[in-house]
């Protein structure tokens, strides 16, 4: 049986006695419904698995022993920073938790002039907690012990204007370019446009950014497939995906 794994945020060590936090001590045990003597597998984002075992669960408390600190080597060598537009409904969490199973490191969510989602601060504020804790359970389930970024929300124009050395890529069905042509690097910053894509005055700013065009293939595909497609394409180039 797999043995759980459950994010446990601070410092964690070896021989360490400790009890785990609200929300991971609610999961292991009413939702999991572990006992004592159970195995289960912390992380807290180093890079490290943390083997350990139950050792006492109560009605809102689960205590652990820490074993062990093992390096977790799952990280793909290459590091994509995601640039997502904000799209409606639950399309925008799935993108998140299937980039972050795909590997990429960071995640920045877009406003654009098509995306159609208005948030105010507090809501946002909201959104990006929710977005952080789909990018912690993706790494709980894919097995993950580094847990990526998910940046505040930013307008389309600001994150294209932030200084990097990545190389920088946009997706077009007309580009001539193709992932397959490109000279591999370590470092990626992708840009995806939400449902209705970017206008053409975005399609200009990325240009003018220095993003460079690819396609993915014939088909026009939605803003969550694009993105996930993009990824595991870049991955099976350039990172660690078979």
Not at 32 to 61: C, W
Not at 95 to 109: D, N, R
Not at 174 to 201: H, N
Request: charged share 20%; net charge neutral.
């Amino acid at each position: 049986m797999r043995i759980p794994r459950i994010y446990q945020p601070g410092a964690l060590a070896p021989q360490q006695s400790m009890s785990l936090a609200d929300e991971p001590a609610n999961h292991v045990g009413r939702v999991l419904r572990m006992q004592s003597g159970d195995a289960i597998i912390l992380f807290n984002g180093d890079g490290h698995d943390y083997p350990a075992v139950i050792t006492e669960t109560g009605k809102k408390s689960v205590l652990v022993q820490i074993n062990a600190k093992i390096e977790n080597q799952v990280e793909s060598p290459l590091k994509i920073h995601l640039g997502q537009g904000i799209s409606r409904g639950d399309r925008m969490d799935f993108a998140i938790q299937k980039a972050v199973e795909l590997g990429v490191t960071e995640i920045t969510p877009l406003f654009t002039e098509r995306c159609g989602v208005k948030l105010d601060a507090e809501r946002l504020q909201k959104r990006t907690e929710q977005w952080q804790k789909i990018a912690i359970s993706a790494c709980e389930q894919s097995g993950r012990s580094v847990v990526p970024t998910v940046h505040p929300a930013l307008n389309l124009d600001k994150w294209l204007g932030q200084p990097t050395e990545e190389l920088k890529l946009t997706l077009d069905p007309w580009a001539k370019d193709t992932i397959k042509t490109l000279t591999p690097v370590t470092t990626v910053r992708l840009v995806i446009g939400p449902e209705g894509g970017f206008s053409d005055r975005e399609v200009q700013l990325t240009t003018s950014a220095g993003f460079v065009a690819v396609q993915l293939g014939p088909r026009v595909l939605r803003t969550e497939t694009a993105a996930l497609t993009a990824i595991s394409a870049l991955q099976l180039q350039m990172g660690d995906l078979a």
